[in-house]
């Protein structure tokens, strides 16, 4: 039986950066990492496109929240005690200088995740961080006071332990056997499937545009820069609503109509307005010809095409119909989704440890003493843009601080 005081389940971001920063706090505590495959770390390695895509230039942590459909409300605390400002820091300390692209996500300024993981590495062994590989995780009991941990070829036993092991469905099952409750995973940012007239072979045309979703009462809604794409629909405004809408949209089978304003944020009455005074001023001008309110032009050709208007019919001609079917078919158009695709193969999963059984002040169990958790592990995930790592960063940083009891040579008042 191997003995440490703080056991860490997970050799990936959240694992590495709590180890880190407990033995930073704390040197006299023996530390172990427990990672299954024969290498840490895999997911930094591929991340933002094997650059890693470290955190966001979002400096209100209120503002910052608001980029995880799952954790507004549990981050907003936790962030007010490390965030992004923080995330930056640490790694210039530890040398790894970021920068900040123009929208807003912060890399490596050496452009490569190696960066990061060797930052991580070498930081390990200054600490003296036992990083153990190969050791999958297949029991956690508590004992009295202690947990034991069988691995698939050890046991472990340690009175602190720190689950970081991601979206892992076995490790979730062990801590249902430890009195949580886990919320099912389903899938959260994707790209939407549709086979329509009006965009085909329109595919790389970005424009901003304004989703919904009618699901019954609610209604899921957002808006940005939507891309057209050779299967569907992408962009951030479509990946933010897969995101936020996880779980309705698996309830649907991912077969489901949106409704999409490719104005953004012009209603129907002042498109309608507006085509109106085109009839007044611009009588002669074919209307496939010029596009309107800056669409791209071969979209605005199409969704004009899809209207059943001849193509030389001119603003003048137009009747009342035909521009209130224009004003329908850029404002309002329906789109059937059929199915769904990853993004970039960056998957995020919705699911895990139910919040309401963690203690956000600490990142610990409220159902089990002395069992933290960091990352993914829990029913936290983000959009795309670094806020999942932040999470990693913001969670381990906390449980590392929690870990050693008060030193009481520090003093007090
Ligand atoms: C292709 C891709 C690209 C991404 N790019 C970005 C990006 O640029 N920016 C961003 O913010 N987010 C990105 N993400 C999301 C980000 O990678 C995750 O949110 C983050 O890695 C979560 O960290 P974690 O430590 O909680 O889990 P993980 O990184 O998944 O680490 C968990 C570790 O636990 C180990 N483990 C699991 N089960 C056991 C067990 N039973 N016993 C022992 N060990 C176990 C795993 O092998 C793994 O090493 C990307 C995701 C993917 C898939």
């Known amino acids: 039986m191997k003995k ?7 050799g990936g971001a959240a ?7 407990a033995a930073e706090k704390n040197p006299n505590q023996k530390i172990i990492i427990l990672e299954r495959g024969k ?11 094997g650059r890693c895509n470290v955190t966001h230039a979002e400096f209100i942590p209120r503002d910052l929240s608001q980029n995880y459909p799952r954790g507004e409300k549990e981050l907003l605390g936790p962030f007010h005690t490390f965030m992004t400002g923080d995330t930056i820091e640490w790694f210039e300390k530890h040398g790894v200088e970021l920068k900040t692209e123009e929208d807003g996500r912060m890399f490596p300024v050496s452009n490569s995740s190696e960066s990061i993981i060797n930052c991580f590495l070498f930081e390990t062994r200054r ?12 029991e956690i009991q508590k004992v009295d006071d202690s947990f034991l941990i069988t691995t698939t070829s050890d046991n472990f036993s340690a009175e602190k332990i720190v689950v970081a092991t ?23 940012l994707f790209t939407f499937n549709i086979t329509d007239e009006r965009i085909k072979d329109l595919a790389g045309i970005a424009t901003n545009a304004r989703i919904k979703i009618p699901k019954g009462r609610d209604v899921l809604e957002n808006n940005g820069s ?9 962009g951030p405004a479509i990946l933010k609503l897969s995101a936020w809408g996880a779980r309705t949209l698996e309830s649907l089978k991912y077969q489901f109509e949106i409704e999409v304003n490719w104005l953004e944020n012009i209603s129907e009455e002042e498109v309608l307005d507006e085509l109106k005074s085109l009839k007044v001023n611009f009588g002669k001008q074919t209307i496939l010809k010029h596009s309107q309110f800056e669409l791209p032009k071969r979209l605005w050709q199409s969704l004009i095409k899809a209207t059943g208007i001849s193509d030389t019919l ?4 137009a009747t009342r119909e035909n521009l209130q079917n224009i004003a329908n078919q850029l404002t309002a158009g329906i789109f059937q989704v059929d199915g769904k695709s990853t993004f970039k193969e960056e998957f995020v999963t919705a699911g895990g ?37 932040q999470n990693a960063w913001t969670g381990g940083f906390i449980v590392s601080q929690n870990l050693s009891s008060p030193d009481p040579s520090q003093g007090g008042d």
């Not at 694992?15 to 920063?21: K, L």
């Not at 290498?39 to 496109?49: A, D, N, P």
């Not at 990142?363 to 790592?389: M, P, Q, R």
Request: aromatic share 10%; with cysteine.
């Open 4 to 10: 440490a005081d703080v056991i860490i389940i997970g």
């Open 15 to 21: 694992g590495f950066f709590t180890a880190i920063n």
């Open 39 to 49: 290498e840490v770390l895999t997911k930094v390695r591929i991340s933002g496109g």
């Open 127 to 138: 600490l003296s961080v036992d990083v153990l590989l190969n050791q999958s995780v297949k």
């Open 166 to 188: 991601g979206s892992n469905p076995k490790i979730w099952k062990l801590l249902e056997g430890l009195g949580h409750t886990i919320i099912p995973a389903v899938p959260s």
């Open 226 to 234: 939507l891309l057209i794409t050779h299967w569907g629909m992408s």
């Open 314 to 317: 001119t603003w003048a001609e």
């Open 353 to 389: 440890v139910d919040l309401k059984e963690v203690n956000f002040k600490t990142f610990e169990s409220k159902v089990c003493e002395n069992l933290y958790f960091a990352g993914e592990v829990l029913n936290i995930d983000a959009i795309t843009g670094g806020f999942n790592f």
